[in-house]
């Protein structure tokens, strides 16, 4: 089974040097290509998509950087349609990773004047109520770290209030894993 991981920094690995949850489920024996680039829109994701492979599962963690660049959910959901009919058109099954909410607990001050938290997760959660709304008409499978989040306390382990430190990365490889494994 091969498996692509189309997403931003998440899947990068930024701030912990490439180690992200995709590498963890490498580690564990998942055969995935990870494109996960640091700061992709859901709109670069659309354009980047259009040479991809035919692979059996594709794994989609997206939005944050929309929300970051003030992007409504609704044109990021849109964005997410257009990805989801093309990847349709390759053949495979579908996985939409709904985000976590963001923190401002291990923020500097200054860094704070620049971003609102608030209102990114405001629109996290309607993105998640809408990702699960649509799943079935669209076709696509939901991977909830925004379920995991609400069940577990996460802002300590994210390094900038977005970004997790390698402790919570491989925490949602297990989620991943977990759904992955119980969706085969």
Known sequence: MKICALGDSIFA??????????YFLQEDGYDIDNYGVNGLSSSELLLAIDNLFKYDKYIIHIGFNDFLDNNSVKSVFNNIKKIIEKLKKLGGEIYIISPYKTSAKNIDNAFLSFMSFKSINLKVEEFNEILETNKEKLGYKII??????LENNIEDDLIDGIHPNKKLHKELSNVVKEALDGYI
């Open 13 to 22: 690995g930024y701030l912990v040097g490439g180690k992200s949850l995709i």
């Open 144 to 149: 909830s770290f925004y379920k995991y989040n």
